[in-house]
T-cell receptor, first 117, second 112 residues
Framework: AQTVTQSQPEMSVQEAETVTLSCTYDTSESDYYLFWYKQPPSRQMILVIRQEAYKQQNATENRFSVNFQKAAKSFSLKISDSQLGDAAMYFCAYRSFLTGTASKLTFGTGTRLQVTL | DSGVTQTPKHLITATGQRVTLRCSPRSGDLSVYWYQQSLDQGLQFLIQYYNGEERAKGNILERFSAQQFPDLHSELNLSSLELGDSALYFC???????????FGSGTQLSVL
């Protein structure tokens, strides 16, 4: 079974600065997807970014980028130019490459990000 | 707006009772997933349905059951409720391939 580990329960960053959230995972599969989800105080789960394991290029979405190290099974999220609205719980998640049916998300325990002025 | 609709948003009930949570997936999505989020267990996968059939089971208690109907909406039934069942229950949907999951806004269940 796959496991996802987020070793930083809480992080803090100043507005406009850069912060990196860590995530490691364990799997025996070679093809899979990795995700970062954001959960603000509204508790809605919002997809931030997705990475396909077969792609060597790191995914980027505006101020959000990842550092995907497949051999090390590491998947960190970098938030640049942090904004107050980035304050939230961030979850790293793994999804098998299985087509269609039985491919659930496995989540880490989350990192709570505080953004200060 | 993710396009996934969950009702009700909040539910308060007593121990021993039974409740039904409802989820309407995004238009065209065939897969529905149920997750439970609690402080001590984190985000736990409960069950997945694909086009009306159960496809994967996670940490779902025997007191809990789910189904997906022909119109693809899904219901999660929780019975003999205990205090520890208090949690935020999410529904998510995806298409038949490897698309990302879209989450509803959740149902907050409080068992008193």
């Amino acid at each position: 079974a796959q496991t996802v580990t987020q070793s930083q329960p809480e992080m803090s960053v100043q507005e406009a600065e850069t912060v990196t959230l860590s995530c490691t995972y364990d799997t025996s599969e070679s093809d899979y997807y990795l995700f970062w989800y954001k959960q603000p105080p509204s508790r809605q789960m919002i997809l931030v970014i997705r990475q396909e394991a077969y792609k060597q290029q790191n995914a980027t979405e505006n101020r959000f980028s990842v550092n995907f190290q497949k051999a090390a099974k590491s998947f960190s999220l970098k938030i640049s130019d942090s904004q107050l609205g980035d304050a939230a719980m961030y979850f790293c998640a793994y999804r098998s490459f299985l087509t269609g049916t039985a491919s659930k998300l496995t989540f880490g325990t989350g990192t709570r990000l505080q953004v200060t002025l | 707006d993710s396009g996934v609709t969950q009702t009700p948003k909040h539910l308060i009930t007593a121990t021993g009772q039974r409740v039904t949570l409802r989820c309407s997936p995004r238009s065209g999505d065939l897969s529905v997933y149920w997750y439970q989020q609690s402080l001590d267990q984190g985000l736990q996968f409960l069950i997945q349905y694909y086009n009306g059939e159960e496809r994967a089971k996670g940490n779902i208690l025997e007191r809990f059951s789910a189904q997906q109907f022909p119109d693809l909406h899904s219901e999660l039934n929780l019975s003999s409720l205990e205090l520890g069942d208090s949690a935020l229950y999410f529904c998510a949907s995806s298409g038949g391939g490897n698309e990302k999951l879209f989450f509803g806004s959740g149902t907050q269940l409080s068992v008193l």
